[in-house]
């Protein structure tokens, strides 16, 4: 059944949570400045950190078995995942407050591959992204 107010929801497997996910980082991104340079180093040393980073890994291998059997679904379903795993980082890992400028530069790195992979994969899903809610 079709249901509007669940489609449109902020919370659950829905486009607005995961939109939600993508402003957040660009905002936060926003706030700091700047985009961390390319190769800058990523350190893992949170729980959440770690669990985010291996959830970014899986993005090739998500795509091709997409692409391979035409399964959309699977996309969504990993994109989901990502943006949980996201907001429990967000919520357990301080970003543009954390105790050092390697820790700070670390976790702004990790927020805007977060993003990308985001923006792709709800690209390849037919979904724009926006900078603002």
Known sequence: MFDWERMLALNGNTAPYLINAYV?????LRKA????PAGTPIVIGAT????LA???TRFPEVVDAVADKLLPHVLCTYLYELASRYH???ENCPVLSADDEALRASR?????V???VLHQGLALLGIDTVEQM
Request: hydrophobic share 50%.
């Open 24 to 28: 957040r980082i660009r905002s936060i």
């Open 33 to 36: 400045g700047a985009t961390p």
């Open 48 to 51: 959440a950190e770690r669990d």
């Open 54 to 56: 291996l959830a970014l």
């Open 88 to 90: 429990k980082f967000y």
């Open 108 to 112: 702004l790195a990790l927020c805007d």
């Open 114 to 116: 977060v993003a990308r």
